[in-house]
């Protein structure tokens, strides 16, 4: 009975939030532009306010014209500055947190500035949201009667000249509020864990014993533990464990090679799937309707937003352009501005508008994570699709994988390498491979084109990855976790020979 009222209380403090969304839904652009004046007002007496005159900017033409697009390289040193303890460099508040990010494009850490006003009113009140808008959709949910089922960051927090740094999961679990910690699943304890193997453990052992009604984190992760939790209590399906799961909010990666494997593990044509779109940066988007792979852009989360058209990106004439100029169905590299002092920063994602009334997107995949050695434009979201229309053909799933550029030598076409881990492999490698290409081609045509004849590139070459490849390439370069993700695509060799190195090492 207590657990229902609970639940009634939530569902109602939650959903009153409907009509804040419902309002930047009606009038984005004006949204917009207020978050960019309250950033710009918020930061004028900053070293950056004052290096670019930020009480004189009046409109978004003098801000796209004043303030340069960075990258991290960029504002590295100031940066390393706020960490040593410096004040009112990029924002106005003292920034205590940075949440500790490589990435897969860079072995070398950044630290990126978390703010009070970036945890409140962006990250949580995104989690907020996230809940409010299942909620909205699912008025018969009973997500309050059971526990959320989180996996976070494998690391704990470090604290360095009176800043702390760690990964954006365990900064956001140490600071929730104290009431937070009925409703979650595992213990902050056993969530800040650092040591990956024995955190999963911890959290089956701890975790298996409550009522979860949701799961909250990475899909390859997730799949990991769930896979773990059916062989530590025997059960055949997750619903034997939880038979109250009704939702799982996933992120981080793309979501469509996992979906049959979930389907299988989780087997209820009633459960849901919702995905999110966050990063250390900030949080930016959340699935808005059921049974939907596109996500509504969040537009009052103190984050302004810019985007790079990728028919230019990277080129002398390289343009950010504001939301209002976006249109449906082209690429575009993401820029952000930010509450914690983020400014015009180059996010290092891609993202493709479906909807600009509301403005909804897809993540289509990283600026530097593609192949175009040979003018191929290759995607991630190319890849994706490819790889899930074989596998249904060819009844076969992939856990993961990676692809890189065989370049051309002498007469010989280039081409394109797999690594593929399969949770189900194909009979036939090489008639799953002729699909792939086949599918590759009607997804992309810059690749179609340089398929012709195999003039430019010919068919691709795919390796079977032996069991756990992927995750000792994880381990041995210490990035078991949450937030690590492998490389998919890349226009070097680099991360694939890494990879297939250690494919003859002995696990046992």
Known sequence: MALTIIHSIASWFLRKRIDQIEEFIKRPHEVQENVCAKLLEAAQST??????????????????????ISIYEDIEPMIERARRGEENLFWRTPIKWFAKSSGTTNAK??????????????????GKDMLCLYLNNNPDS?????????????????????????????????????????????????????????KMKAIIAESSRENVTSLVGVPSWMMVLLRQALAYTGKENILEIWKNLEVYFHGGVSFVPYRDQYKQLIPSDSFRYYETYNASEG?????????????????????????????????????????????????????????????????????????????????????????????????????????????HEHHCSVIEYTVAPIFMQGNKSGGHEWIIEFETAPEDIEAFTRTLDTELKALNSDYEAKRYNDMT?????????????????LKENGKL????????????????????????????
Not at 109 to 126: D, G, M, R
Request: glycine letters at 6%.
């Open 47 to 68: 070293e950056m306010g004052k290096q670019y005159d930020f009480i004189s900017i009046r409109n978004y033409e003098d801000f796209a014209a004043r303030i340069p």
């Open 109 to 126: 850490s950044k630290f990126i500035p978390v703010s009070e006003e970036a945890l409140q009113y962006c990250h949580y009140k995104a």
């Open 142 to 198: 009973n997500l309050f009667t059971g526990k959320s089922l989180r996996l976070g960051g494998s690391k704990e927090l470090y604290e360095e000249n009176g800043t702390i740094f760690g990964d954006l999961s365990a900064i956001l679990i140490d600071n929730l509020p104290f009431w937070a910690e009925f409703s979650c699943t595992p213990s902050t304890k056993v969530s800040l864990m650092s040591e990956w193997e024995a």
């Open 283 to 391: 949080f930016f988007a959340i699935q808005d309707r059921n049974n939907s792979d596109e996500m509504l852009l969040m537009l009052d989360y103190g984050i302004f937003y810019e985007f790079i058209p990728m028919d230019s990106f990277g080129t002398p004439s390289q343009k950010a352009i504001p939301l209002w100029e976006v249109e449906i169905g082209k690429n575009y590299a993401m820029v952000i501005t930010t509450n914690a002092g983020l400014w015009r920063y180059q996010i290092g994602d891609t993202v493709r508008f479906t909807s600009t009334s509301p403005y909804r997107i897809k993540i289509t995949g990283r600026t530097k994570h593609h192949i175009n050695v040979f003018g191929e434009e290759l995607i991630i979201e190319n890849t994706e699709e490819a790889l899930k229309r074989a596998c």
């Open 457 to 473: 590139l010919a068919m691709p070459k795919i390796h079977i990855a032996r069991k756990n490849l992927f995750h000792d390439w």
């Open 481 to 508: 976790g949450g937030q690590h993700k492998i490389p998919r695509l890349s226009n070097t060799r680099d991360y694939f020979e890494a990879i297939w190195k250690l494919k003859d090492h002995n696990t046992n």
